[in-house]
């Protein structure tokens, strides 16, 4: 895997993590994810993928509203 798939995986496996229900915990909404997201660039992931985070976040909030993901 190259290492910008790399990080981008990151951001989409933390996310998923976040906004899906698990035996531990509920799902987050997509503004407390975002904001989790967010604040975690520069430290854990890449600050140079905000950008397409930001631009990406409508079609992941939509896929995850409406696809059976679990």
Do not use: H, W
């Amino acid at each position: 895997m190259k290492d910008g798939t790399a990080r981008i995986m990151a951001i989409a496996d933390v996310y998923d993590a976040l906004v899906s229900k698990r035996v531990y915990k509920e799902a987050y909404d997509y503004k407390k994810a975002n904001r989790i997201i967010t604040e975690a660039m520069g430290s854990q992931f890449d600050p140079g993928l905000q950008e397409i985070f930001d631009r990406a976040r409508p079609r992941l909030e939509e896929y995850y509203r409406t696809a059976n993901v679990l």
